[in-house]
């Protein structure tokens, strides 16, 4: 049997949904600076809904940029890769779905979630939000 996922949906929108029919999962934007769908997401995770981040790839700009950077030095891995480990440590109810052409990419996408991230960096990444908007 055919499970239902969702996309690009507000938490109404899940509510409205699953007053109807069992949702297994929901694919919304979402990475370490565009948290634009944050209650979603909990919403998914209260619920035991997989969330699948599109564009979960968070490169940044200027300051964010920069540490990302440090915070990827300091874990021995990449700034893609951290902000990978971010969002697998941001809930258990995360499945990032970067897309990539390049196979090194995907080696190195897949290989994240290897990567820990102390709390403390976890902390610091997950401020960067504020320096991002
Ligand atoms: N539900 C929706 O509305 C929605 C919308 C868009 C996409 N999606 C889904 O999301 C998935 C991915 O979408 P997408 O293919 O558009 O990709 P994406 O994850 O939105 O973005 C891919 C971009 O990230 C770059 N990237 C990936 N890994 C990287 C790395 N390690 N280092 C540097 N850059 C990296 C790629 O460049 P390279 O190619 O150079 O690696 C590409 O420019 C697909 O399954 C798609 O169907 C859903």
Same mark, same amino acid.
């Given at each position: 049997? %055919?499970?239902?996922?969702?996309?690009?949906? =507000?938490?109404?929108?899940?509510?409205?949904?699953?007053?109807?029919?069992?949702?297994?999962?929901?694919?919304?934007?979402?990475?370490?600076?565009?948290?634009?769908?944050?209650?979603?997401?909990?919403?998914?995770?209260?619920? %035991?809904?997989?969330?699948?981040?599109?564009?979960?790839?968070?490169?940044?700009?200027?300051? !964010?940029?920069?540490?990302?950077?440090?915070?990827?030095?300091?874990? %021995? !891995?990449?700034?893609?890769?951290?902000?990978? !480990?971010?969002?697998?440590?941001?809930?258990?109810?995360?499945?990032?779905?970067?897309?990539? !052409?390049?196979?090194?990419?995907?080696?190195?996408?897949?290989?994240?979630? %290897?990567?820990?991230?102390?709390?403390?960096?976890?902390?610091?990444?997950?401020?960067? =939000?504020?320096?991002?908007?």
């Amino acid at each position: 049997m %055919g499970r239902i996922g969702l996309s690009e949906v =507000t938490v109404a929108e899940l509510d409205e949904a699953r007053a109807i029919v069992d949702i297994a999962s929901v694919q919304n934007r979402y990475n370490l600076l565009d948290r634009e769908h944050e209650a979603v997401l909990d919403a998914c995770e209260e619920a %035991g809904i997989a969330f699948l981040p599109w564009r979960p790839v968070a490169a940044g700009t200027g300051g !964010a940029r920069a540490e990302i950077a440090e915070v990827a030095e300091a874990a %021995g !891995a990449t700034a893609t890769q951290v902000t990978l !480990a971010w969002l697998l440590a941001r809930s258990r109810v995360v499945l990032p779905i970067p897309g990539t !052409a390049r196979i090194e990419h995907l080696e190195e996408n897949v290989r994240a979630a %290897g990567v820990s991230l102390t709390q403390a960096q976890y902390d610091r990444l997950d401020r960067l =939000t504020a320096v991002q908007h």
